[in-house]
């Protein structure tokens, strides 16, 4: 009888090759019950049975070269998309950045607009009164000094002229000197806000050329999920990295559950800390829930696998809410699972949420309840904004729904 182990069989299935595996079945087992010959069948016949066999083993080669190319290239895909994933998460940190940036320079360039609106109007004001002592000092020039000072009736008189002389023509020359400073000032101030506009052109153009190099990586990310959901092989080693990135995913959580001190145990029965709330936590984000804790039949490969958690569907950039008072004990991106973010709430108890666009908070901060950690993402197989959450006891996943307050 021809075994071949299962996991080939669903790749044969899938590749269409199966029909061919029963064809050399059937050959090899004619062949095996043909008569010797000369007894019965014409020799033509045996030969081209057995050419038939060949060809289709032969087939069959090239189909299971074929997958463990396919195997490879998805893991290549897989692999690509965590780097598109890594990629627009630094992307968008760098358009905070930019953004941050611009809102300065324009703070800055209101700044410099209110204080030359200012000088102007001072600059103005000793510019009237400029006009007005050039106009009395050309008349005093037509006049001549010496002549204001003949008319004096006393030594006294001509004292107090000569004196109030002097004082008007260095009062109009500070008048001057300050008009000249004024315009110096306005000249620099004008300068410096067409500097600080270049400057502002520079961060919009950097800014716009991000969200563009961002959308054409969307887009990547995009054309390769059709891909890898397009090609049914692939199903087999999908499912199994999302299991390895669950296990890994357990393994962190049960160092984290290791390198925590004990606590005394409770002498009580009642339930206390998170325990206590089971049924009455609010969601962590406004939204729908779109998939269940627990197996599940994938309904594009038809097959079965376990979701941890369930999925919200909400706006990008969506506040992401902590269930629960704690300590984040992991925050970070981690592979499929993009930024994610763990609070540990004492008790064994932790949540857990992922696909975050942004994380507010860093490992070993403390979180209260109904604190916003984060904001929603869109790095999940999904591609729509969605949060992954998850509630664990001892590291283990529980039904979150079981601790949701559904009223």
Same mark, same amino acid.
């Given at each position: 009888?021809?075994?071949?182990?299962?996991?080939?069989?669903?790749?044969?299935?899938?590749?269409?090759?199966?029909?061919?595996?029963?064809?050399?079945?059937?050959?090899?087992?004619?062949?095996?019950?043909?008569?010797?010959?000369?007894? /019965?069948?014409?020799?033509?016949?045996?030969?081209?049975?057995?050419?038939?066999?060949?060809?289709?083993?032969?087939?069959? /080669?090239?189909? %299971?070269?074929?997958?463990?190319?396919?195997?490879?290239?998805?893991?290549?895909?897989?692999?690509? +998309?965590?780097?598109?994933?890594?990629?627009? @998460?630094?992307?968008?940190?760098?358009?905070?950045?930019?953004?941050?940036? *611009?809102?300065?320079?324009?703070?800055?360039?209101?700044?410099? +607009?209110? $204080?030359?609106?200012?000088?102007?109007?001072?600059?103005?004001?000793? $510019?009237?009164?400029?006009?007005?002592?050039?106009?009395?000092? &050309?008349?005093?020039?037509? +006049?001549?000094?010496?002549?204001?000072?003949?008319?004096?009736?006393?030594?006294?008189?001509?004292?107090? !002229?000569?004196?109030? *002389?002097?004082?008007? +023509?260095?009062?109009?020359?500070?008048?001057?000197?300050? &008009?000249? /400073? !004024?315009?110096?000032?306005?000249? /620099?101030?004008?300068?410096?806000?067409?500097?600080?506009?270049?400057?502002?052109?520079?961060? $919009?153009?950097?800014?716009?050329?991000?969200?563009?190099?961002?959308?054409?990586?969307?887009?990547?990310?995009?054309? *390769?999920?059709?891909?890898? !959901?397009?090609? =049914?092989?692939?199903?087999?080693?999908?499912?199994?990295?999302?299991?390895? %990135?669950?296990?890994?995913? @357990?393994? $962190?959580?049960?160092?984290?559950?290791?390198?925590?001190?004990?606590?005394?145990?409770?002498?009580?029965?009642?339930?206390?800390?998170?325990?206590?709330?089971?049924?009455?936590? =609010?969601?962590?984000?406004?939204?729908?829930?779109?998939?269940?804790?627990?197996?599940?039949?994938?309904?594009?490969?038809?097959?079965?696998?376990? %979701?941890?958690?369930? @999925?919200?569907?909400?706006?990008?950039?969506?506040?992401?809410?902590?269930?629960?008072?704690?300590?984040?004990?992991?925050?970070?991106? #981690?592979?499929?699972?993009?930024?994610?973010?763990?609070?540990?709430?004492?008790?064994? &108890?932790?949540?857990?949420?992922?696909?975050?666009?942004?994380?507010?908070?860093?490992?070993?901060?403390?979180?209260?309840?109904?604190?916003?950690?984060?904001?929603?993402?869109?790095?999940?197989?999904?591609?729509?904004?969605?949060?992954? #959450?998850?509630?664990?006891?001892?590291?283990?996943?529980?039904?979150?729904?079981?601790?949701?307050?559904?009223?």
């Amino acid at each position: 009888m021809l075994y071949l182990p299962q996991k080939v069989l669903t790749l044969l299935t899938a590749a269409g090759i199966l029909p061919m595996v029963a064809l050399a079945a059937w050959v090899v087992l004619a062949v095996g019950h043909m008569p010797a010959h000369g007894e /019965e069948g014409p020799p033509r016949k045996l030969e081209h049975l057995k050419e038939r066999r060949s060809e289709t083993q032969q087939q069959m /080669e090239e189909r %299971q070269r074929d997958i463990r190319t396919f195997s490879r290239e998805e893991k290549d895909v897989i692999d690509s +998309l965590n780097e598109i994933d890594l990629s627009i @998460d630094a992307a968008r940190k760098r358009i905070a950045g930019a953004q941050k940036e *611009l809102q300065t320079l324009e703070d800055e360039i209101s700044g410099v +607009l209110a $204080k030359s609106e200012s000088v102007k109007a001072a600059l103005h004001a000793r $510019k009237t009164h400029a006009d007005e002592r050039m106009v009395s000092l &050309y008349k005093l020039n037509r +006049l001549g000094r010496m002549q204001v000072l003949a008319g004096a009736d006393s030594l006294t008189d001509f004292l107090r !002229r000569r004196n109030a *002389l002097a004082h008007i +023509l260095e009062e109009d020359r500070a008048t001057l000197a300050d &008009y000249k /400073e !004024r315009r110096t000032a306005l000249s /620099e101030l004008s300068e410096r806000l067409d500097r600080q506009r270049a400057r502002r052109a520079t961060v $919009k153009e950097t800014y716009s050329r991000e969200l563009a190099d961002m959308e054409h990586r969307r887009t990547q990310r995009a054309a *390769l999920l059709r891909e890898i !959901r397009d090609r =049914k092989a692939l199903r087999e080693a999908s499912l199994a990295a999302l299991r390895r %990135q669950a296990a890994a995913l @357990d393994e $962190k959580i049960a160092s984290f559950r290791i390198e925590k001190p004990k606590k005394a145990p409770s002498t009580g029965n009642a339930p206390t800390g998170f325990a206590r709330l089971k049924g009455l936590l =609010k969601l962590p984000v406004e939204g729908r829930i779109i998939s269940s804790f627990g197996p599940y039949r994938n309904k594009e490969y038809g097959v079965m696998n376990f %979701q941890s958690g369930i @999925d919200i569907q909400a706006d990008r950039g969506a506040p992401i809410r902590s269930v629960h008072g704690g300590r984040v004990i992991f925050s970070n991106w #981690f592979k499929g699972y993009g930024n994610m973010i763990i609070i540990d709430h004492e008790d064994h &108890y932790y949540t857990l949420y992922a696909h975050a666009e942004e994380l507010f908070k860093r490992k070993g901060d403390p979180v209260h309840a109904d604190e916003v950690i984060g904001t929603v993402g869109d790095s999940g197989a999904v591609g729509d904004p969605v949060l992954h #959450f998850e509630v664990r006891h001892h590291g283990k996943p529980v039904d979150p729904m079981t601790w949701l307050n559904k009223g």
